[in-house]
């Protein structure tokens, strides 16, 4: 007998296979099933038979996402609950909002240069299980319109917090959590070092502190200018966001990145909504003194950082003194509500239950309410 090769061997084996399973699998009192095989596979076409190898025996592959699909936008009512414009009395200006829940304190949001309120979206979801989320877009971003969207001065910027605070609550705000990331936390702090919310009950700042973030002011005009600054659609530059941006959770970009973008009509695409390298004039307020006004607050603090190195002298001092709560969360990026929203919220809900804040005001324990 001639020697077979390797892959008639193969079909061979796998038709003999197919046989076995068959006779098991019909009635074998049946004879018109046992006369339609043939008596001997010898008499098949070697190359006519099946093989476990072959494409048609491959089962196909789930239909794959294109990268439009796995980068397109996601809806901010998904959630969020709902949205609303805050008009400020005697001005031109009117700030926008994304509101959650329905009970509890206000986790007032703020967010970081370039972002905007959408950038607590996935965040918020969770939060609101717990308590009410409020995240503002800050002048020059998402949807707020001004008088002069460039000026982001410190005084400014706080001073349109505490008005849009003033326009939603009025002189009887519910417990107020005032949380800020990178350029929003300084807001965050100034805001709070005013003392004029009549019911601040907690301040969270994110990933900024004044030593670094003043040694890193010298390189930002580079940052800026090396960033992609055009995109052909929305999709892209979410892509861009998590591929060579600044996010690294690509649903959360689904949701933020469309609100930090506008379109442009002279060059048919897509760029960013402010532009941030003409704020230069304004960086160094943002932090100058920032670390002193933070541990100078008189509501519980809380300091989320995304490194252990990220301290300067006084914080350090501060926090062995026990001024403040910190927290460093672990392979993250800056903006750590957006890279671990749910491990974000869960730092904020516990911090809302470790100072016992209530919806009207801090829970002092062993206390009857009547």
């Not at 502190?209 to 890193?216: F, H, I, L, N, P």
């Not at 809900?349 to 209530?358: A, D, K, W």
């Amino acid at each position: 007998m001639g020697k077979l090769c390797k892959g008639t061997v193969e079909r061979l084996m796998s038709l003999l296979l197919l046989r076995v399973c068959h006779r098991f699998s019909e009635d074998p009192m049946d004879s018109t099933n046992l006369s339609a095989l043939p008596e001997d596979a010898a008499d098949e076409d070697p190359q006519s038979l099946p093989s476990a190898f072959s494409p048609a025996s491959i089962p196909p592959r789930p239909a794959s996402q294109t990268s439009s699909q796995k980068h397109s936008p996601l809806e901010w009512s998904s959630f969020f609950d709902k949205e609303e414009d805050v008009a400020i009395p005697s001005s031109n200006d009117v700030f926008h909002i994304y509101l959650a829940g329905s009970e509890g304190p206000v986790v007032f949001c703020l967010h970081g240069g370039g972002y905007s309120g959408l950038s607590f979206a996935l965040a918020a979801s969770k939060i609101k299980e717990k308590a009410q989320v409020v995240a503002m877009d800050l002048r020059g971003h998402g949807k707020s319109s001004t008088s002069n969207d460039l000026d982001l001065s410190i005084e400014t910027l706080s001073n349109d917090v505490l008005a849009v605070l003033k326009a939603i609550y009025g002189d009887s705000p519910p417990s107020i959590i005032l949380v800020g990331h990178s350029m929003g936390g300084s807001v965050a702090i100034h805001a709070a070092a005013k003392r004029v919310i009549t019911n601040l009950q907690g301040l969270i700042v994110v990933d900024v502190v004044e030593g670094t973030a003043m040694a890193s002011l010298i390189h930002m005009q580079k940052i800026l200018s090396n960033r992609m600054q055009y995109f052909p659609t929305i999709e892209k530059a979410i892509e861009w966001s998590v591929k060579g941006g600044s996010l690294r959770n690509v649903d959360s970009a689904r949701v933020s990145v469309p609100s930090t973008l506008k379109y442009d009509d002279s060059k048919k695409c897509y760029t960013f909504r402010i532009p941030l390298e003409e704020t230069e004039v304004y960086w160094k307020g943002w932090y100058e003194g920032l670390s002193d006004k933070f541990l100078s607050c008189p509501a519980p603090k809380l300091l989320m950082l995304a490194g252990t190195d990220r301290l300067d002298r006084s914080l350090t001092i501060g926090q062995m003194q026990g001024k403040f709560q910190l927290v460093v969360v672990r392979h993250t990026g800056h903006a750590i509500q957006e890279d671990v929203p749910e491990e974000f919220a869960s730092y904020v809900i516990n911090f809302i239950s470790r100072n016992r804040i209530g919806p009207c005001g801090v829970e002092i324990p062993g206390l009857l309410h009547r």
